[in-house]
């Protein structure tokens, strides 16, 4: 098998399917959470995310938010109703839009920190990560427990035996800090390097969060990635 062919079966594996308008207060946002966004339309929904940051529509982070806690029955409704509340305030849309413009350019623990705080989000990691990777996917990946498990697997084998691992509950789930901050960025520059790697030796064009989500595919349904050099 071409070296390449396994990270384009996994990723081409991808099928994260959200109907956004099952959140049920959706009849108060006009035009808003009444599409379904799967393998076909989701890199349109990031360009709709990056674009309502250069405008004052502050629902379409709500859909991502809803989007990110699909899978989270308990708590997808409540977060995206505290989040939608919350940047309704016009200077707390500015600030979000601020916090993450500046985290984006400069993605330091200080900065995630202001930044989750502008999403409502104080004990958050995964989403405002989430929003992150919407705002530039060429060079942010997403994270999460399914992420942090392979990473934590495989980093010796496919990065560095320097990395730093992220730390995780009993269940999986991650937690901000300042050690799993740094492990996400060791991830960052893994995600970046290789879709450099997969970009180059492919012809096509590959993002941090194509290769995020080939992993994220690859660690769900035990597949093996190749190595790349």
């Not at 930044?115 to 996917?137: D, K």
């Not at 498990?149 to 992220?166: D, E, G, H, L, V």
Request: hydrophobic residues 35%.
């Amino acid at each position: 098998m071409n070296e390449l062919e396994s990270w384009k079966k996994s990723l081409s594996k991808y099928n994260w399917t959200v109907d956004l308008s099952n959140y049920p207060y959706r009849h108060i946002y006009d035009g808003y959470f009444n599409q379904v966004v799967n393998n076909k339309n989701t890199i349109a929904f990031e360009d709709r995310f990056r674009s309502s940051i250069n405008s004052d529509t502050f629902v379409v982070a709500s859909e991502v938010c809803y989007w990110k806690n699909y899978g989270s029955h308990t708590s997808r409704d409540k977060l995206t109703n505290n989040l939608l509340k919350l940047l309704a305030e016009k200077n707390n849309w500015i600030e979000f839009k601020n916090r993450l413009i500046e985290l984006a350019s400069k993605p330091t623990y200080h900065n995630i920190e202001f930044f989750r705080m502008a999403c409502g989000q104080p004990y958050g990691f995964a989403t405002p990560v989430t929003f992150l990777s919407f705002y530039n996917p060429t060079l942010y990946p997403m994270v999460d427990k399914i992420i942090g498990k392979w990473w934590n697997r495989n980093k010796s084998t496919y990065w560095k035996t320097s990395a730093s691992s992220f730390f995780q509950r009993s269940d999986g789930w991650l937690g901000l800090n300042e050690q799993n901050w740094t492990t996400y960025l060791e991830w960052t520059n893994f995600c970046r390097e290789y879709s450099n790697f997969l970009s180059s030796k492919s012809g096509e064009q590959w993002r941090a969060r194509d290769v995020e989500i080939a992993v994220w595919e690859a660690e769900k349904r035990d597949l093996t990635l190749n190595t790349l050099t």
